[in-house]
T-cell receptor
Framework: GESVGLHLPTLSVQEGDNSIINCAYS??????FIWYKQESGKGPQFIID?????DKRQGQRVTVLLNKTVKHLSLQIAATQPGDSAVYFC?????????????FGQGTILTVHP | NAGVMQNPRHLVRRRGQEARLRCSPM?????VYWYRQLPEEGLKFMVY????????ESGMPKERFSAEFPKEGPSILRIQQVVRGDSAAYFC???????????FGQGTRLTVV
């Protein structure tokens, strides 16, 4: 992906490719992490979550990897489809509070070309 | 099972007017969260409520903004004397408990003219 000035980072892939979206989180005390997908004009849609006692979790076509040493989170989407085009946000829960209180990352625009 | 319902979806207010945003959580959810999203930015936490209680309002501006979640009815985010800088998308999320994932509504897009 490439940064576009002050705008969101972007990732462009071909249909059928695998996509990897990265996120650096800020709080070493965070113990719960979520990836959300947001389509234009819609609310964030839950994709997958992971707790800090795990380093990998798989869902349907998606895998989240957590590296607590370097405070890094990634979302892997297998066989990316045009319907996957959206903005993807990672979010962290700072710990000691409700899981609904989240700090969101900047977001990455994923564009899937047919 | 309907998702989190927010209304209105779009709201236009003149500077100085009041804006009222409503959120009905998912059935069985008693925890509600409000977030604000500016264009090309991530969501910013504003307030966390349970029925009749404000649990955490650390993200709420000190003036003009208030939120409630009454025993009956939806949660309300109220913005008094709106200014142009209040223009944003406001999202509500709900969860069953404090230790489960939160699900978001479709948002209310507030435009102040």
């Amino acid at each position: 992906g490439e940064s576009v000035g002050l705008h969101l980072p972007t990732l462009s892939v071909q249909e059928g490719d695998n996509s990897i979206i990265n996120c650096a989180y800020s709080n070493s005390a965070s113990d719960y992490f979520i990836w959300y997908k947001q389509e234009s004009g819609k609310g964030p849609q839950f994709i997958i979550d992971i707790r800090s006692n795990m380093d990998k979790r798989q869902g349907q076509r998606v895998t989240v990897l957590l590296n607590k040493t370097v405070k890094h989170l990634s979302l892997q989407i297998a066989a990316t489809q045009p319907g996957d085009s959206a903005v993807y946000f990672c979010a962290e829960n700072p710990g000691g509070t409700s899981y609904g209180k989240l700090t969101f990352g900047q977001g990455t625009i994923l564009t899937v070309h047919p | 099972n309907a998702g989190v319902m927010q209304n209105p979806r779009h709201l236009v207010r003149r500077r100085g007017q009041e804006a009222r945003l409503r959120c009905s959580p998912m059935k069985g959810h008693s925890h509600v969260y409000w977030y604000r999203q500016l264009p090309e930015e991530g969501l910013k936490f504003m307030v966390y409520l349970q029925k009749e209680n404000i649990i955490d309002e650390s993200g709420m501006p000190k003036e003009r903004f208030s939120a409630e979640f009454p025993k009956e009815g939806p949660s309300i985010l109220r913005i008094q004397q709106v200014v142009r800088g209040d223009s944003a998308a406001y999202f509500c999320a709900s969860s069953t408990t404090g230790n489960t994932e939160a699900f978001f509504g479709q948002g209310t897009r507030l435009t102040v003219v």
